[in-house]
Structure formats: C-alpha cells, structure tokens
C-alpha cells in the first residue's frame, strides 16, 4: 500500500529560523513522484515542486530547498530565512505510475507558523 | 493562463437541499479530479476522469454524490440530498494524462450544510 507521513502536526518558528518539514512515503512501485503543495490561510492549494523517482539530486528554488533520499524513502523541505508569509499548511503527496487513477496521495499536512 | 476554476467559491446551504459545484479544468487538461478535504479524513479523492471518463470512482462517499464530464472543459459534482456531515472544501483539479504530471487546483468551493 501506498502512505506519505508528515509526522510533524505544527511548527511554530521565528523569523529568519530556518526550518525543516519531514515527509516520509511508503510504496512497492519502482516509479513513482513526490510533490509539495503549499496551503495558505486563503485556503488554495499551490503546487511547489515535482520530483521522480529516479531523480535524487537535491533542489534548491530561492529561499526553498529539498532532500530526497531514496534510502530513507524521505522527501524533506527546508525553508531557509523564514517569513511571515510563508505560514501555511504544507502537504506531501505521492504519486504512482501503476495506479490507475494517478491519485495524488497526500500526507497530513504539517502545519507552519512564523511568527514575526 | 487560466488556472482551474471553480464555482461557487462559497456555498451555505440547509440539510436536504440540492449543491452543484462546477469546475472548469486548465485548457489541454485531459484529467480531472475531485478532492474533498475535512479536518478528519484531509485530502481524499472522490472521482477521477480521464477524457471526459470517469476511471475511478471509488472515492465518492455514497449514492447522494454523483459527478459528470459532459465535455473536456466542464465537470459538476452533484450532492442530493446534501447532509451536514457533506460540509467541507472540495477541490477540483487538472492535468495531463501521465502520472509524471503535475496536477493543479482549483481555490475549492467551501460548503456549509446546516
């Protein structure tokens, strides 16, 4: 069975911390893609970023940052230098080639307080 | 370019009646998704289309929720009678055929069934 944990329920942070959001996925299938979606207070959904399987080099977007390790079945986001606007529920999710629906399956969702 | 677009954004409505949520998928789309999203169960999927088709519907609650596809730019999902338990965000999102695609949403449409 597929299963994406965002064991992380809240974060409170000061701004300009740094912080870490831990994503950890279970799947059988060799191919398959992780994603970050971003939730603000305005309630959308933002999509951050992609990532396949077969693609663990880091990435690095501005202030955002991610980790993939096949190893550990982990998908971490860092945020260096945290803002304000940056408070938000952010969500990992879990894509498989072998399933037919090609459902996104979401974590938790780990929810992100900077406080200023 | 458009994003996916949804309406009404906000809906309050009384136990009993009928909710129709649109959805207008991004152009060049060929899947659509429903997602609904509660405190209890988060972010599940209700049904899935792919060219107008529904593939997978195993996620729609019970037989009060149906949804359509009539063509590749418009989706309703449907919920009669609506019930307060029904109260939640529901999303709907597009993308391109392959499971390497990124799926986008919409803002959802906030229910209320009081």
């Known amino acids: 069975a597929q299963k994406v944990t965002q064991a992380q329920t809240e974060i409170s942070v000061v701004e300009k911390e740094d912080v870490t959001l831990d994503c950890v996925y279970e799947t059988r299938d060799t191919t398959y893609y992780l994603f970050w979606y971003k939730q603000p207070p305005s309630g959308e959904l933002v999509f951050l970023i992609r990532r396949n399987s077969f693609d663990e080099q880091n990435e690095i977007s501005g202030r955002y940052s991610w980790n993939f390790q096949k190893s550990t079945s982990s998908f971490n986001f860092t945020i260096t230098a945290s803002q304000v606007v940056d408070s938000a529920v952010y969500f990992c999710a879990l894509r498989i080639r072998g399933d037919s629906s090609y459902k996104l399956i979401f974590g938790s969702g780990t929810r992100l307080l900077v406080r200023p | 370019d458009a994003g996916v677009i949804q309406s009404p954004r906000h809906e309050v409505t009384e136990m009993g009646q009928e909710v129709t949520l649109r959805c207008k998928p991004i152009s060049g789309h060929n899947s659509l998704f429903w997602y609904r999203q509660t405190m209890m169960r988060g972010l599940e999927l209700l049904i899935y289309f792919n060219n107008n088709v529904p593939i997978d519907d195993s996620g729609m609650p019970e037989d009060r929720f149906s949804a359509k596809m009539p063509n590749a730019s418009f989706s309703t999902l449907k919920i009669q009678p609506s019930e307060p338990r029904d109260s939640a965000v529901y999303f709907c999102?597009?993308?391109?055929?392959?499971?390497?695609?990124?799926?986008?949403f919409g803002e959802g449409s906030w229910l209320t069934v009081v």
């Open positions: 999102a597009s993308s391109q055929g392959s499971a390497g695609n990124t799926i986008y």
